[in-house]
């Protein structure tokens, strides 16, 4: 009776549900073990790996800064090559791609056209010159008439004008004939420079237009050009080195890199200056000279061009591998106070002899960590450090 009792008052209104009041203490411990279990623990130094770490001692040097533009490798010389007689191709002579020399045949015409031309302007001549021979010697016997009064001053003088268009005659038809061996001269088409011929663009038979068809071409290779375009304040900075100079005219040297170098490793002087700023975009045009011996450089070839401002300014520079990346924030890890590497946020500039530009965040003597970053996990996690020689600038 009891037992009934108490299950019919456990139901009845106004009792509290003993299950569910049971139910929630349940799931109340699950949660909090649940979430007990979940907390990560907090991250101790003295629980944390000693990392292994590579340290090196900053100081502000003066550094000769170096500006960075972009440029473009170009020959010195470019001929388009075209016939200057019109004619049927007979020979390709060269191999497309090759070097070339000054004088080497690159396409040969047909020249018998020329030659028949030549030859009709030489028997022209021939004639010329035997007429001129007869109206000199009729020219003569007449001087000699008129003298003894055997013949009359008129035909005297007519004898005299055949001599003279004689003469002219063969002076005409001189001048044929050089014009005519021209003409058979340039059914060899030749190189007018040395440098490096592109492919044939008309081959065996195919009709070439004097003045008009483009045959190949040609370009110089040695030495080369490299067009880059400062902007108008660093214009400005290098003309004023120049009248700072002794002779008011300084020379400029560029170091130039391709798009697979490393740095710069070539090296030219400016030789061009445009006489006027492009207003559009603020820049002006400026031609450096390159050796190109070892025939490195290719007309066209995209060059990154670094030319020295000749200031000095005191500069704290680091290895570049030190820098590491947060979003977009630049940090390195600093030695400090017992032996605990702490992050410090850096303004990094440009790369300048190999070494990375610090604007601000460091500090004279401040041990900055180049090697074993990857180990440090937390600011203030503890180090073994092992001091090294800081990297040299290669300006």
């Not at 001087?143 to 005409?172: G, I």
């Amino acid at each position: 009776m009891l037992d009934l009792k108490s299950k019919q008052n456990a139901h009845a209104p106004g009792w509290p549900n003993l299950n569910y009041r049971h139910g929630l203490t349940a799931a109340a411990f699950v949660s909090v073990l649940m979430l007990a279990g979940c907390k990560e623990p907090k991250a101790s130094s003295a629980d944390a790996p000693v990392a292994d770490v590579d340290v090196v001692t900053v100081e502000r040097k003066p550094v000769k800064q170096w500006d960075e533009f972009n440029g473009r490798i170009s020959a010195i010389d470019t001929v388009q090559i075209r016939p200057r007689v019109t004619g049927y191709v007979e020979r390709v002579a060269f191999k497309e791609g090759d070097e070339v020399r000054k004088g080497d045949l690159l396409i040969a015409i047909d020249p018998r056209r020329y030659q028949a031309a030549l030859d009709s302007a030489q028997a022209r001549l021939e004639r010329a010159k035997a007429s001129l021979s007869m109206t000199q010697l009729q020219d003569r016997r007449a001087q000699t008439l008129v003298q003894n009064n055997a013949m009359s001053k008129e035909n005297a003088d007519t004898r005299r004008a055949n001599y003279l268009q004689s003469q002219a005659d063969v002076r005409d038809a001189v001048a044929a004939v050089a014009l005519a061996k021209l003409d058979l001269e340039f059914t060899q088409v030749r190189s007018p420079i040395n440098g490096r011929a592109s492919r044939a663009q008309l081959t065996l038979g195919n009709l070439a237009v004097a003045d008009q068809t483009v045959l190949t071409s040609v370009v110089s290779q040695d030495p080369m050009y490299v067009y880059f375009d400062p902007d108008e304040h660093s214009y400005l900075r290098y003309r004023e080195q120049a009248r700072a100079s002794k002779d008011g005219h300084a020379t400029l040297t560029v170091r130039v890199g391709l798009a697979n170098d490393r740095g710069f490793p070539h090296t030219g002087e400016v030789d061009f200056t445009d006489n006027q700023m492009d207003a559009s975009t603020g820049t002006i045009r400026l031609r450096a000279r390159l050796s190109n011996s070892t025939h490195l450089f290719t007309p066209g070839l995209f060059a990154r061009v670094s030319l020295s401002n000749n200031e000095e300014n005191g500069t704290i520079l680091i290895d570049d591998k030190a820098v590491l990346t947060d979003q977009d924030r630049k940090f390195v890890y600093v030695l400090v106070e017992g032996d605990k590497a702490e992050r410090r946020d850096i303004t990094v500039g440009r790369i300048n002899g190999g070494l990375r530009v610090v604007e601000s965040g460091l500090e004279p003597g401040d041990k900055v960590i180049v090697n074993g970053q990857q180990r440090i996990y937390f600011s203030g996690a503890p180090v073994r450090p092992s001091e090294v020689a800081m990297k040299t600038s290669q300006n």
